[in-house]
């Protein structure tokens, strides 16, 4: 299947707590100072969320692009980016996990990061 990918740079995103979203616009603007990093694309994939992706078009609001889940271990952090050719895409995603890692200790993180495009 194929998905259109709708780049999103400036939206915040993050669950339903306002200390949430303001921990996703913190962890957002982490992952955009990554060098490589040239866009940044909603957490959850429109085709793995039809109900949140129609909610989102009759709300009008944005879906997150940072997703946050926290479990009795850990957050989990979920983050789907595009990296242009400057750096390899391994490196880059190296870097922005380690970037959220740190930002989040001590507490415990579980980083997930998927490049969806590579090139500009």
């Known amino acids: 299947m194929t998905e259109f990918l709708e780049a999103a740079n400036t939206s915040p995103a993050g669950g339903s707590a306002g200390a949430s979203t303001d921990l996703a616009e913190e962890l957002l603007g982490l992952v955009q100072a990554v060098d490589g990093v040239h866009s940044v694309y909603p957490a959850q994939p429109l085709w793995q969320s039809i109900a949140g992706a129609a909610l989102a078009a009759v709300t009008g609001e944005t879906l997150p ?7 009795a271990e850990a ?10 050719a400057s750096r390899p ?4 995603t190296r870097e922005a996990a380690g970037a959220i890692r740190k930002h989040l200790l001590p507490r415990a993180a579980v980083v997930e990061i998927s490049v969806v ?3 500009s």
């Open 89 to 92: 895409a391994p490196a880059v």
């Open 117 to 119: 495009k590579l090139g």
């Open 65 to 71: 692009l940072i997703g946050l889940t926290e479990t």
């Open 75 to 84: 957050l989990a952090v979920k983050v789907r980016i595009g990296v242009n």
